[in-house]
C-alpha cells in the first residue's frame, strides 16, 4: 500500500534532505523490480571479480569476501517507480573498503565503474560517486540473510541513488576509462538518478 508520508517521520533524513524526496510515496512493503528471471547463485558457486582497468583480474570467493571488514548501514531506499521504503539495516561490505583492498591494482585512468550482475543486468556509475560512504555491497537486510529475489547472496545498493543504481546478484565490476550507459540508463532511465532532483529520466 502507498500512503502519504506518515506523521511520525521526520522531515529530513542523515543526509540533511528530505525524508521522503519529491513524487515519492511511502511504503512498509519491499516490491521486487527485477528485469527477467532471478538468477540463483549459490554461496559455495558464487565469487566476485574485478576486470576492464586492472592489473590483475582477481576474484573473491564467499568467504574471502566475507573477511572483508564488515558495515551495517540505516538506509531508505527509493526506487524509480514512486515508492520509498524506511530506516532498514543493511549489512555488508563498502564500496570504499572494497576499493582499500583493490586501489593498486586498479590503473588511474579507471573514471567510471560497470556493475555486472548474473543474468546480465548492468548499471554504471563514477568511481566517485562509488566512493560515497554509504555505497556497499550487501548480503543482509535487518540482520537476515538477504532474500534472492532482494539480489542475494549479494548486491550493490547505493542508498542516495535510485534503486536501478545497485545491481542485486552482483558479479563483477569492471574499470571503465569513460562512461558507458547500462541497463535502464541505455532505456532512457536517467544517468545519474538522484531522487531529491528527480533525475528519473535521461533528458
Ligand atoms: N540484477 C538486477 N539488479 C537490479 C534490477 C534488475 O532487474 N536486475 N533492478 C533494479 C531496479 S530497477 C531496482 S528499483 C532495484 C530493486 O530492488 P528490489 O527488487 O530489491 O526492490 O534493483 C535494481 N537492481
Ligand atoms: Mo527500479
Known sequence: MLTNKPKELP???????????PGQLYTEKFPVMTYGPTPIVEKEHWGLHIHGLVSEEKKWNWE??????????KADFHCVTHWSRF???????????????IQGLVSPDATHVM???????????PLTWMLEEDVMFAHSLNRE????????????????RYGWKGAKWIESLEFMPKDKPGFWEQNGYSNSANPWNEERYWE
Not at 87 to 101: A, I, N, P, R
Not at 115 to 125: D, F, K, M, P, V
Not at 145 to 160: A, Q
Open 87 to 101: 530506516d532498514d539495516d543493511w549489512t555488508g561490505v563498502l564500496f570504499k573498503d572494497f576499493w582499500t583492498e
Open 11 to 21: 522531515e529530513s533524513n542523515q543526509y540533511g534532505t528530505a525524508k521522503l524526496p
Open 115 to 125: 556493475q555486472h550482475a548474473y543474468g546480465g543486468y548492468r548499471t554504471n556509475l
Open 64 to 73: 574471502e569476501f566475507m573477511a572483508l571488514p564488515q558495515t551495517t548501514l
Open 145 to 160: 540473510p538477504l532474500p534472492t529475489e532482494h539480489g542475494g547472496p549479494l548486491r550493490i545498493f547505493t542508498p542516495k
